[in-house]
């Protein structure tokens, strides 16, 4: 992986992290980092999902896959979020 790649997938991981953190009601514990890399996960997993349904490449803006990546960034902020207050 070149090292445009990774700066892209911090950039996207970052924006689908906090799009992410948007969709969850209230106030998260968690850091921006944590935000970041739950983005990043959510991101290439959600990349997968939609190329594993077949609609990653679609013609224009890949609503379907953006949906998929937020949808797990905010499952996955808000599960992060709920082991951290537990501790």
Same mark, same amino acid.
Request: charged share 15%; glycine share 14%.
């Given at each position: 992986?070149?090292?445009?790649?990774?700066?892209?997938?911090?950039?996207?991981?970052?924006?689908?992290? +906090?799009? /992410?953190?948007?969709? +969850?009601?209230?106030?998260?514990?968690? /850091?921006?980092?944590? &935000?970041? +890399?739950? /983005?990043?996960?959510?991101?290439?997993?959600?990349?997968?999902?939609?190329?594993?349904?077949?609609?990653?490449? &679609?013609?224009?803006?890949?609503? #379907?896959?953006?949906? #998929?990546?937020?949808?797990?960034?905010?499952?996955?902020?808000?599960?992060?979020?709920?082991?951290?207050?537990?501790?």
């Amino acid at each position: 992986m070149e090292i445009s790649g990774i700066i892209s997938a911090i950039i996207i991981g970052l924006v689908i992290g +906090v799009l /992410g953190r948007l969709v +969850v009601p209230g106030r998260q514990h968690i /850091g921006v980092l944590w &935000t970041i +890399v739950v /983005g990043i996960v959510a991101a290439l997993l959600g990349s997968a999902i939609a190329a594993g349904f077949g609609v990653a490449d &679609t013609k224009g803006p890949d609503w #379907i896959e953006w949906f #998929i990546q937020i949808a797990l960034a905010a499952v996955g902020i808000a599960a992060l979020d709920r082991s951290r207050v537990r501790r």
